[in-house]
Structure formats: structure tokens, C-alpha cells
């Protein structure tokens, strides 16, 4: 698991604080499901942190679950989705004493207070059920395994065991029937284990309660914050992710989206096609009318399409960008933040 899992209680987050007013909005949060719950959370959350990290598989959602099993033992019929509001609520109280489980650049830990309103506002919103995505990443991030970046929020804790991640690729390859470990997976396996060291690679996901980065100046922001975090953690092997948006029809159907993997793949990056499934056509069509007639229609089929972008080739890219902005990188990007990056 590589640096997991790392002491919930040391160190923390320069610039992670939340504003005094979402401090209070967790708070009363917390509260929501009984002092029995909130008692639990606050004495025993870095033992909980810590067996949250332990948890992480590669489907991701391993955190949830053993805080799930942790809810259920505290009391008997509880409402678990209060309770996992009220839960997830008292340990981002938490979060900026316990810190993230690897070192984060200044660049990330100004987008702590943003993340924490936003986290807040969909806690509070009791009318609309909790997600179980949105509670997936809401534990990993809790517990410092994952950070924001802007566009995208990204893991930077990894399941057990050697070469997890790219096990994960085999494993949605296998269920996809598109790529087995052998030809084109074998050849893509070999390059990215030879020729990219044996780090993990960290994984990139999107929050569709974060949106506002979703544009091509906020993924290039974002692609550089990734660069700050490889920088700073030099047992990372790069990024990765896995979505429809990386599909080569895109170009085509939605020329738009195109900079979404026109820019990575420009600069070193190497896509392995996973095949079809029932949520990439819904969340293909889910933000796009013309989309979702295409694919009513059967004229467009949404692909799923894992994108790898290497730690020298992102690092390299990211160099040239903010020469280009005239920013220094790593602890300069905060300066650059600041004007608007």
C-alpha cells in the first residue's frame, strides 16, 4: 500500500480550514443522528481513519463499507443515511488536524475550503437521498485519501498488495470482455510496469456536486496540481482514469470534449479502450440532449476508455505550462492561484 497508512493524527493541512461558518454547518451535521453517533465519531475517529485507510480496494468504496459496518454497531436500527451524513460531517471536523495520507502541494491545499462548502451544502441537503458515489468519495476523503484538484477530485491512497491499480485495470478489462491479459493488455501492461517504474498511479475521478472547473482551462489547472502532487511524492508512477470522455468518437459527437483527451494524449499519455456498460451510456447521455438522441437512436454507442499519463511526460507538460503562465510550479502555483489559475 505504499505510504498507507500514514498516522491520522500527524502532521496536517497549512491551508486546509474550512470558514468558521462551514465549521458550523458540519457541526450541527454531526449532531443529526443522536449523541450516541456523534460520541462514537469523536472519540474513536483517528482509530476509525486509520481502519478506513486499511480498507481501500480497488473498486474504491472499501471505506464506506467498513464505515458502514462501524454505524451499524453503534446502534441498532439507525437511519443510515442520516447516520452517514452525520458521520462523514463529524470526521471532515477533523480532517485539517489528521491531514491527507501523502504530502500535497500548496496548489491542493488551497482548495480545502472550497471543498469543505461544498461538502457541507450536500450533507445538508436531507431532501435528496445520499448517493452512494457521493459517499464513496465523501469517506475517502475524510479520511485524507483523497484531495481536490479542481476538475477532478484524485485518490492518493491505493488498495493492498503490489501492483493494485493496474490489477484494477485488468479486473475492469475482464468484466468489460474488451481486453484480456494477453495481446494489446499484455503489450500495455508491460509498458506501463517496464517502462514507468512500479509506483502507483494516482486515480483521477469527477464530482458532478463540483463542476465549476469542468472547462478546458480548469482540467489544465488541474492537470497541473496532479504535477505538483507526482513532484512531491517520487514513488508515484503517474495518473490515471477511466471514463467515457475518453472515448475517440467524442471527437466527433462532441467535439467540445475534445481537449479531455486530446491534451494528454498529445503529450505521452496512452488510452487502453475497456469496452461498453450501462453507466457509461447514462452518464454519456445524462448532460447532453443531442447525446442521449444519439444514443436513443443507436447511432452512438458510449465506449469506456482508461487514460494513463505517465509522471515524466505530465510533469514535463505541466513545466512548459506555467512557463507559459509564468508560474514557478509545485509551491508557485499557489501564487499563481491566486490570480485566477
Same mark, same amino acid.
Given at each position: ?74 446502534? @441498532? !436500527?439507525?437511519?443510515? &443515511?442520516?447516520? +452517514?451524513? $452525520? ?7 477533523? *480532517?485539517?488536524?489528521? %491531514? ?59 488498495? @493492498? !498488495?503490489?501492483?493494485? &491499480?493496474?490489477? +484494477?485495470? $485488468? ?7 474488451? *481486453?484480456?491479459?494477453? %495481446? ?158
Amino acid at each position: 500500500m505504499g505510504a498507507l497508512p500514514a498516522d491520522p493524527g500527524a502532521g496536517g493541512l497549512r491551508t486546509a480550514r474550512p470558514e468558521a461558518s462551514v465549521l458550523q454547518r458540519l457541526d450541527g451535521v454531526s449532531r443529526g443522528a443522536g449523541p450516541n453517533l456523534e460520541t462514537f465519531i469523536r472519540a474513536n475517529a483517528r482509530g476509525l481513519v486509520q481502519e478506513m485507510r486499511l480498507a481501500m480496494d480497488r473498486q474504491g468504496d472499501g471505506p464506506a463499507r467498513l464505515l458502514d459496518q462501524r454505524l451499524r454497531m453503534v446502534e @441498532q !436500527g439507525l437511519d443510515l &443515511d442520516q447516520a +452517514r451524513r $452525520a458521520a462523514i460531517a463529524g470526521l471532515a471536523l477533523g *480532517l485539517p488536524a489528521r %491531514g491527507a495520507c501523502r504530502a500535497v502541494p500548496a496548489a491542493i491545499e488551497a482548495l480545502y475550503p472550497q471543498a469543505y462548502a461544498i461538502l457541507a451544502d450536500s450533507l445538508q441537503d436531507e431532501a435528496t437521498p445520499y448517493d452512494p458515489d457521493s459517499y464513496a468519495k465523501d469517506a475517502r476523503f475524510v479520511a485524507g485519501m483523497s484531495v481536490p484538484a479542481g476538475a477532478q477530485i484524485v485518490d492518493i491512497a491505493f488498495a @493492498q !498488495g503490489p501492483r493494485a &491499480d493496474l490489477r +484494477r485495470l $485488468a479486473q475492469m478489462s475482464a468484466m468489460s470482455g474488451r *481486453l484480456a491479459l494477453a %495481446g494489446a493488455g499484455l503489450g500495455v501492461a508491460a509498458h506501463l510496469l517496464c517502462d514507468h517504474g512500479l509506483g502507483h498511479w494516482v486515480e483521477i475521478h469527477t464530482d458532478n456536486r463540483s463542476l465549476g472547473d469542468f472547462n478546458e482551462p480548469g482540467w489544465d489547472a488541474c492537470y497541473r496540481r496532479v504535477a505538483d502532487l507526482l513532484t512531491l511524492n517520487t514513488d508515484l508512477a503517474g495518473m490515471w482514469g477511466a471514463s467515457w470522455f475518453y472515448d475517440p468518437q467524442l471527437r466527433t459527437i462532441s467535439p467540445r470534449l475534445a481537449y479531455l483527451q486530446d491534451r494528454p494524449l498529445a503529450r505521452g499519455a496512452i488510452a487502453v479502450r475497456l469496452g461498453e456498460g450501462e453507466i457509461h451510456t447514462q452518464r454519456a447521455g445524462q448532460t447532453s440532449p443531442t447525446r442521449a438522441a444519439m444514443i436513443a437512436s443507436g447511432e452512438y454507442r458510449p465506449v469506456c476508455y482508461a487514460l494513463f499519463w505517465p509522471r515524466k511526460a505530465l510533469i514535463a507538460w505541466a513545466a512548459e505550462s506555467w512557463a507559459e503562465l509564468g508560474g514557478a510550479g509545485v509551491e508557485g502555483g499557489l501564487a499563481f492561484l491566486s490570480r485566477g489559475g
